[in-house]
């Protein structure tokens, strides 16, 4: 709308002031304010929404389509390429087979984790404006905003597959390590879904400072304790040396492997990037298993 269009409609607003009930109280000021919005407004897209009916049925395996390959892990007891089984005792086997599975370009994800994925997806992608403008380019840039999440962050995303294959291989409880909280926060979350137990070791600083995120934990059931702590032979090691030791995500890790290989029905899950500890312990059962989390 032209300026000059817009002052006589100002001027309009301006001399019904005080002859008609709609104006009193000062409620021509907000008539005018939005008038000026509407009109001043961009009509350019911000935020894309992908319709619920087309959220994605298969996940993209970008090994598959890698030219030159990311070399295997090691198994740490025989130094060879660690194969899918060697994982078994510590993760659901199918996270096992996916996490190192470099020809499948594609992987379908089940109907109940798209199901459950209904509840706060699809994110939006949004365009960045302000951020274009700052750099001066002709690029446009876009952004995933994540944070829309019942957790505020994509770890859910990863979260929920996860639980969901504990639950196919009957597994009834998963421990995991959190740092400042999202991941242990998104796997409490998870659990709750498909009806598991769920405890999180906790970086002990963060767990003393961010009491609101382990609010979060435990609101969804979980089970959380401090790292270190007395409740693990790893925890009492480091504070009888160390007695004020506030943890590292290293040792909440270590920590919630512990949990899972000495307790049966236990997966451990450290939100699935592969970084072995250790060699599979023989005393890990098949019905224990571990989530996969790394830093959050």
Partial sequence: MKRGKLRQIYLDIQKTKG????????SYIWALNHLIILTTMSNKTKRFILPEEEIPHYWYNI???????????LNPATKQPLKAEDLYPIFAEELCRQELNQTDTWIEIPEQVREMYKYYRSTPLVRAYG???ALGTPAHIYFKNESVSPMGSHKLNSAIPQAYYCKQEGVTNVTTETGAGQWGASLAY???????????????ISYEQKPY????MQTFGAQVTPSPSMSTRAGKDILTAHPNYQGLAGNSHFRSH????DHSQLQIYPRLRIEP??????RNRPGSRKANGNGG
Avoid: C, H
């Fill in 63 to 73: 090994q598959a389509d890698m030219v030159n390959k990311p070399m295997p892990p």
């Fill in 190 to 204: 998870a659990a709750r879904l498909f009806g598991l137990e769920a405890a999180v070791y906790q970086v002990k």
């Fill in 213 to 216: 995120r382990r609010s979060i």
């Fill in 258 to 261: 512990r949990a899972g290989t």
């Fill in 19 to 26: 002859k008609r009930n709609w104006f009193k109280n000062n």
């Fill in 131 to 133: 951020l274009e403008k």
């Fill in 277 to 282: 500890r250790g060699p599979a312990s023989d």
